[in-house]
């Protein structure tokens, strides 16, 4: 990894007594600016390309002693610039580049705050260097916007119970309202996207270690969206779905037990001239701790053939499937058969209510499954309920790692307070140990984990396609997934679960259980593959569906799940959107719309890609409107123009790769 640090050194040292300060802190291109202002308490304002994006807002963090950090005697205060090539492991580019400038308070009483000014946001952090262990009673993180801008905004969904307003999976849908329409009783999770005059803003966090993660509230109905962190929670029981998850009936008055040196979660500002620039921001990945993992060549992404979605929906076998060796066997000799790398054996693998993931049903012949998985070469996952994966992590985690396992899928945590995000952590630490890659489910929204722990491949907290085996027909899918891309996909990859071959029009589309079906049409379903980001991603259907649907299934199954270069070439949130990603010298080419049908214009100059170049092409067919599965699959060459026109059907989409 090339580095380059350049330091300079603004100010020294200010008078131990002096308490007051502005100080201006700017981007490397100028467009961003900060001013920080140190009296009684610290602000900071915003501006980009002379245009106020965030009025001054308050930082601050209350100890349970009573102390306040970010007010106080100012000890020294520095600026420094650094510039540095990041190469990041199993993204969506092969390299970031982390130009900033920062701006450094240092208070009397052995804190500090760190501010950033980068040329797409500003992002700040706590810093402590205290002798003795203390308790963070609460924060304030405010974002005053000054102007009631409509913003994207996800509120808690509330799943499982309602005696704790901190419980959620994280997965709801987006509304469009003005901030100071948001609901006052309740709470959102972030990433959320402020429109302030064309520009688009988005409040998000990254570094979440041994802390609480952070929600929005508007609870004044004024203009300023609030930071609200969960409690440590004072009693949980087992309980929730199938007793496997942690179900918090009190919390205490504090958010957090802290050790006295540390650095606390960056409070990002992510600034977009163009709502393109979101759907590909890595600023979250720029600012999380470095890998703490030394080899990594064992981490392997791909693709996944999942039998959960699908109710094990083998068809064409002469034995009952479901929950047992021969299904997974036949998904095995499908994973096999397609190149897939992976299969998943999801719930029903261990016995129910036990909380004890060795003790397997007997229908499972587990030793059998993965020396057959091995001789294909396919690699097994499991699913894991966090009550039994966190009973006894360590055991766990050696046992099946010495049987072959390649990973886990771990499910309903369905919280990020304090003791929480210490398991994503610790549960990452430990499957790298035993070298096992972890897919995060009923999880807080990523904030850089992946970075830390690049074992770590998916994170779900995403309204994904498993909602199309329950939701009502008036749920709208389609507006989410082209509005998801520009929101929830900053914070890090999706385990969105796209690959459906049962594709249905908004008038014929109702939840299924053992059958589900997607909305949209088959061409929206295959762009999934390129407009999300799963470094390990699912193929959602059944066997017996990608082989009534070759040419789908084969191309699905060659799209990679990591890449050298991503460019979004066209996008609005809520609307459409078109991303290409480089994998080597191909391009991969997906464009989603919502229900409005949309004809684009192409131009795969942009990618560089030469006149004459092979093109193939699925794109939407013209009786898609009235057919979801309908799509005409062409390969040609690139004309001289290089321009192509897509037509993309009500809920359509295409998807395309240059050879």
Known sequence: MKRFYIFVLICALLSSCSAEGSYTLTSPDGKV?????????????VAFDQKS???????????????????????????????????????????????YNALKVEFADRSAIEFRAYNDGVAYRFITNRKQAFTVQNEVAAFDFAKPYNCWIAYNNLTGTKKDKYFTSFEHRYKYLPINQIDAARLA????????????????????????????????????LDGEFAAVPSEVVVGGHNKLQGIVNARHNYIAKCEGSRTFPWRILIIAQDEKQLAASDIVYRLASPSRVENTEWIAPGKVAWEWWNHWGLTDVDFKPGVNSATYKAYIDFAAEY???????????????????????????????????ESKGVGIILWAGYNAFNNDMERICEHYSKMGVKGFKIDFMDRDDQPMME????????????????????????????????????????????????SKPEVDMMEYDVTMPFIRMVAGPIDYTQGAMLN???????????????????????????????????????????????????????????????????????????????????????????????????????????????????????????DATSYVHNTFALPESKVLTINMAPGGGFMMVTK
């Open 339 to 373: 190149g897939v790398e992976y299969v998943i054996l999801d719930e029903g693998w261990a016995t129910k209510y036990k909380n004890d993931l060795l003790d397997i049903v007997p229908e499972i012949d587990m030793e059998a499954i993965l020396a057959y998985a």
């Open 504 to 626: 249905a029009i908004r008038s014929q589309y109702k939840p299924v259980r053992k059958r589900p079906m997607s909305q949209g049409t088959r061409c929206h379903q295959l762009a999934a593959y390129a407009v999300f980001f799963s470094p390990l991603s699912m193929l959602c259907d059944s066997p017996s569906n990608y082989r009534k649907n070759v040419e789908c299934a084969e191309f699905i199954a060659s799209v990679p799940t990591v890449w050298d270069e991503t460019v979004v070439l066209d996008g609005k949130i809520g609307e459409y959107i078109v991303t290409a990603r480089r994998s080597g010298e191909k391009w991969y080419v997906g464009g989603m719309t919502s229900w409005t049908p949309r004809t684009l214009e192409l131009d795969l100059s942009k990618l560089g890609v030469a006149a004459g170049a092979t093109v193939e092409l699925f794109c939407d067919g013209k009786l898609a409107f009235d």
């Open 189 to 224: 999770f972030t990433p959320v996207v402020v429109d302030v005059d064309g520009t688009k803003v988005v409040v998000a966090e990254s570094d979440v270690e041994n802390y609480p993660g952070m929600f929005i509230s508007n609870a004044d109905g004024d203009y300023i």
């Open 423 to 470: 398991f994503y952590y610790r549960a990452a630490e430990v499957c790298a140990k035993h070298k096992l890659m972890v897919d995060f489910h009923g999880c807080a929204k990523p904030a850089g984990l992946n970075r830390t722990y690049p074992n770590v491949i998916n994170f779900e907290a995403v309204f994904g396609l498993e909602q199309m085996k329950w």
């Open 53 to 99: 994006i965030l009025s001054p807002s308050a930082v601050a963090m209350r100890l349970e002693d009573g102390t306040m950090l970010g007010s106080g005697k100012v000890r020294r205060v520095s600026q420094y610039s650094h510039s540095e090539s990041i190469t990041p492991q199993f993204y969506f580019k092969s390299t970031i580049e982390d130009n």
């Open 33 to 45: 600016v900060a001013e920080v202002n140190v009296g009684n308490g610290t602000t900071y304002s």
